[in-house]
Nanobody, 114 residues
């Protein structure tokens, strides 16, 4: 299983970005997907998680601003980020959870700055 993240870049505060994560390979065993981020000098943290059943869940800091979704036909997971703040600046990583292991993408940098 391989994950390819894209969509990062430089955006002004208050702006929006949509991150994409294409999942390829043996995707039949993927049961859940998520997005994490790691800011400079900080540990990696959960941003949004989409379980196989039930509602998605979000870090308190992004609730109401970010939305995670998945297009199963395209094997792609998205993270729509609105009302971006400077503190959202980080490398964003997509995650795919399988029955026996977890897979990670390479990360995409999001910089929120004026």
């Amino acid at each position: 299983v391989q994950l390819q993240a894209s969509g990062g870049g430089l955006v002004q505060p208050g702006g929006s970005l949509r991150l994409s994560c294409r999942i390829s390979g043996d995707t039949g065993g993927i049961v859940a997907t998520g997005w994490y981020r790691q800011a400079p000098g900080k540990e990696r943290e959960l941003v949004a998680f989409l379980p196989p059943h039930g509602r998605s869940n979000y870090a308190d800091s992004v609730k109401g601003r970010f939305t995670i979704s998945r297009d199963n036909a395209k094997n792609t997971v998205y993270l729509q980020m609105n009302s971006l703040k400077p503190e959202d600046t980080a490398v964003y990583y997509c995650q795919a959870v399988g029955y026996t292991r977890t897979y990670w993408g390479q990360g995409t940098l999001v910089t929120v700055s004026s």
